[in-house]
């Protein structure tokens, strides 16, 4: 029953803006824990932002300074903003959580990714 659906991807100029969601719903005990991954062509999937200990966030060093993660946990969204693109943040991007359910102990889930292409 859960579903992570992401939204906000799109295509936008170097030095633009985007700002993408990721909507939970299911029979949500638990998140205990949501973050960003990404894939860009020809290359692996590489983390973006995650959780870290103690409350903190972990950013790859590539997006410091450009992208923010925020969380909305009455409506259990996770947000991802991003200014100042590159033509490298070209990807599709991934919410990934870990979840417990009402039927099942925590699991990580995936969304279906959405596309960001940056043009120079």
């Known amino acids: 029953q859960v579903q992570l659906v992401e939204s906000g991807g799109g295509l936008v100029q170097a030095g633009g803006s985007l700002r993408l969601s990721c909507a939970v719903s299911?029979?949500?005990?638990?998140?205990?824990?949501m973050g960003w991954y990404r894939q860009a062509p020809g290359k692996q999937r590489e983390l973006v932002v995650q959780?870290?200990?103690?409350?903190?966030?972990e950013y790859a060093d590539s997006v410091k300074g450009r992208f923010t993660i925020s969380r909305d946990n009455v409506r259990n969204t996770l947000y991802l903003q991003m200014d100042s693109l590159k033509p490298e943040d070209t990807a599709v991007y991934y919410c990934?959580?870990?979840?417990?359910?009402?039927?099942?102990?925590?699991?990580?889930?995936w969304g279906q990714g959405t596309q960001v292409t940056v043009s120079s």
């Open positions: 990934n959580a870990k979840i417990r359910t009402l039927f099942i102990g925590e699991r990580e889930y």
């Open positions: 959780p870290a200990g103690g409350g903190g966030t």
């Open positions: 299911g029979s949500i005990i638990a998140i205990n824990a």
